[in-house]
C-alpha cells in the first residue's frame, strides 16, 4: 500500500516538474527570448541607401558656356569647326561629364572702334565687363595694328580683369585663331583637365574612409573645407642679439583681408599673426663658398619638424595654412633659396616660406617691410588654390590686375570647389551606407538619417545647377552637401560603433548567458526523458 501510494507521489512528483519544465522553456521561449531581442536590439532610422548608391553611380554633367568674338573678315563656321577639331566640347571620362556650349560672333563696327581707340587692356577691360555681360567667358580677337597690341609682349594670349581672354588673330587665318581659342578655354578658363582629375581623385579618397585597404596615395590639391585658418609666422632663431619687429596686422587689414573677402563664396579664411623667438629650423643652411648660405626648395618640408610643433598656438577645427618669414642667424646672413628670385619656396599643401635677410647695417629691433613678404604669400596662396600660373606658362600673359584675384579666377575657384564638393559628398554618403550595411549593431539615431537626406537632396540641387552653368549657386548648395555629409558621418554615435569590434560583444554576454544556459538546458533534458520514458 506505501510502495503504491509512492509511485502515485513520485509520478505527480515528474508530472509536477515535467509542467514546470514547460512552462519554463515556454516562458523563455515566447517572453525571455522576445524581451532580449527587444533590448539587445538597436535603433536604426530609415536612410535613403539606394537612392544614395543611384547618386552616386550617376553621370554628372557640367555645361560651361563661351563666347568668342571674332575680327571682321574671319568664318566664324570655320572657327568652329577647327576648335572642334582641337577640344572635344563634351568630355565624358567615367561619371563626369563636362560640356562646352561655344558661341561665335563677329565684331560689330562699334566694338572694333573700340578695341582700336583703346589705350590699355585695364581701360579696355572696364569697357568689355559692361558690353559683354551675357553669360559666361568671352575670347575677344584683336589685331597686331591695334594700340593694345603691345601689351601682349611675346605672348598671343592675355587675360583680363574681368571675364575675358584677349588674343592676337590673323583675320584670314582661321586654324591659327582656333589654335589660341581651344586651349584659352579649356585650360585657362575652365581647366577640364585638372577638374576631372580631381572630380575622379575626391571620390576615390573619400570612398576609401569606409574600408581597410586602399591606402595607395592620391595627388591631392588643397582639402576642400569650408573653412581655412592662415597663420603668419616671424621666425627669429636668436632673439638675444636681433629681435626684429614688424606691422602686419595692418598690412593684413589693408592687403590681405579685401581678397579673403573676395573669397568668401570660395571658402571662408581667416587669418592670424605671431612672433616666435629662439626657434631655428631642423638643418643649417648649405655653405656654398663664395656663393654663401642656401636651402634647397625640396629640402625645406623637412627642416620644417622642429618648427611646427609651436606654430599653432591654439585649436582650430579649420584647415590651417602656415606662412613663415624666416629670419637667419647674422653669422650666417645672407641666405638663399637656391633658384627663387623671391627668396621663397611653396610647400605643397602646408604654405610656404619666405627667408628674409635684414641689411648688414639693420638695428638689433629692425622693422621687416610686411607687404612685399604678404605680395609673395599671396602668389603661394594662389598656387596652394589650384589657380592657374602664368608665370609658368610663356603661352599667355595676366594683364595688370586691379584685383589680386580677377572675376575669371574666382569663377574657375567655385567651379573646381563645386565638382570637389559634389565628388566629397557623394562619397562620403556612400561609403556611410556600407558600413551601415557592414555593421549591423550600429546605430542609426534620426538625426543621421536626417543629415544624410539633407546632404542627398543638397548634391543632387548642386548637380542640377552644375548642369544649368550656374556655378553660384551650385557651389552654395555643394557646400551645404558637404557639411551635412560630413556632419553625419563624423557623428559620435557612428564613430563610436566604427571601434567596438565584436570580441567585446562576446565578452559581455557570455558571462551573462552561459551560466542561465544550464539550469535552462536540464530543464529541456529532464523534460525529453519524462515523454520518452
Excluded at 577691360?125 to 553669360?135: A, L, P
Excluded at 575669371?408 to 551606407?433: F, G, K, M, P, Q
Aim: aromatic fraction near 10%.
Amino acid at each position: 500500500m506505501a510502495t503504491e501510494h509512492q509511485r502515485e507521489f513520485d509520478e505527480v512528483e515528474k508530472r509536477r516538474a515535467a509542467l514546470s519544465a514547460v512552462l519554463f522553456a515556454v516562458y523563455c521561449i515566447l517572453i525571455g527570448i522576445p524581451v532580449w531581442i527587444k533590448t539587445t536590439s538597436v535603433y536604426r532610422a530609415d536612410i535613403p541607401c539606394g537612392e544614395i548608391e543611384e547618386l552616386y553611380e550617376s553621370m554628372v554633367g557640367v555645361n560651361l558656356p563661351f563666347h568668342v568674338k571674332l575680327l571682321p573678315g574671319t568664318s566664324a563656321s570655320q572657327v568652329k569647326r577647327e576648335v572642334e577639331k582641337l577640344m572635344d566640347t563634351s568630355s565624358n571620362r567615367d561619371k563626369l561629364s563636362v560640356t562646352i556650349t561655344t558661341s561665335y560672333q563677329t565684331l560689330t563696327a562699334e566694338e572694333s572702334a573700340s578695341l582700336r581707340e583703346s589705350s590699355s587692356i585695364s581701360e579696355l577691360d572696364e569697357d568689355v565687363h559692361t558690353r559683354f555681360h551675357t553669360k559666361g567667358a568671352f575670347i575677344v580677337c584683336v589685331n597686331s595694328s591695334y594700340e593694345i597690341a603691345g601689351e601682349f609682349g611675346g605672348s598671343r594670349v592675355v587675360m583680363g580683369d574681368a571675364r575675358v581672354a584677349y588674343i592676337m588673330c590673323v583675320a584670314e587665318d582661321a586654324k591659327e585663331t582656333a589654335r589660341l581659342v581651344a586651349p584659352t578655354v579649356t585650360e585657362i578658363f575652365y581647366g577640364r583637365a585638372r577638374l576631372t582629375e580631381l572630380f575622379h581623385a575626391t571620390q576615390g579618397r573619400r570612398e576609401r574612409r569606409g574600408t581597410t585597404g586602399g591606402n595607395a596615395a592620391i595627388p591631392e590639391s588643397l582639402p576642400s573645407t569650408p573653412d581655412y585658418e592662415l597663420i603668419f609666422s616671424l621666425i627669429v632663431p636668436d632673439s638675444r642679439t636681433f629681435r626684429p619687429t614688424w606691422d602686419v596686422r595692418n598690412t593684413l587689414d589693408s592687403y590681405l583681408q579685401p581678397v579673403l573677402q573676395r573669397l568668401n563664396q570660395f571658402a571662408n579664411i581667416s587669418s592670424s599673426a605671431q612672433i616666435l623667438y629662439d626657434l631655428d629650423l631642423s638643418s643649417e643652411p648649405t655653405d656654398r663658398g663664395s656663393k654663401g648660405y642656401e636651402f634647397e626648395p625640396e629640402s625645406l618640408p623637412h627642416l620644417l619638424r622642429d618648427v611646427e610643433s609651436r606654430l599653432a598656438s591654439y585649436g582650430t577645427t579649420a584647415s590651417t595654412l602656415h606662412f613663415l618669414v624666416y629670419v637667419p642667424r647674422s653669422e650666417r646672413a645672407p641666405v638663399r633659396v637656391a633658384g627663387s628670385p623671391s627668396n621663397s619656396a611653396l610647400i605643397p599643401r602646408w604654405g610656404g616660406l619666405v627667408v628674409h635677410n635684414p641689411p648688414a647695417n639693420s638695428s638689433s629691433t629692425h622693422r621687416v617691410a610686411t607687404r612685399p613678404l604678404l605680395e609673395t604669400f599671396l602668389y603661394h596662396l594662389r598656387l596652394l588654390l589650384g589657380l592657374p600660373d602664368a608665370q609658368s606658362d610663356a603661352d599667355w600673359l595676366r594683364v595688370e590686375r586691379r584685383q589680386p584675384i580677377t572675376e575669371w579666377e574666382l569663377d574657375y575657384l567655385l567651379l573646381h570647389r563645386a565638382i570637389e564638393n559634389v565628388a566629397s559628398s557623394s562619397a562620403t554618403l556612400r561609403s556611410l551606407c556600407k558600413l551601415i550595411g557592414e555593421i549591423p549593431y550600429m546605430v542609426i539615431r534620426d538625426e543621421i538619417a536626417e543629415y544624410m537626406k539633407e546632404s542627398l537632396a543638397e548634391t543632387q540641387r548642386t548637380i542640377s545647377y552644375l548642369d544649368l552653368g550656374d556655378i553660384d549657386n551650385a557651389v552654395y548648395h555643394s557646400h551645404k552637401a558637404v557639411s551635412n555629409s560630413e556632419a553625419a558621418f563624423f557623428d559620435p554615435s557612428v564613430l563610436a560603433m566604427l571601434y567596438f569590434p565584436n570580441d567585446q560583444k562576446y565578452a559581455i554576454y557570455v558571462p551573462l548567458f552561459v551560466p542561465m544556459a544550464f539550469p535552462i538546458l536540464g530543464s529541456l533534458l529532464g523534460l525529453y526523458w519524462y515523454f520518452r520514458l
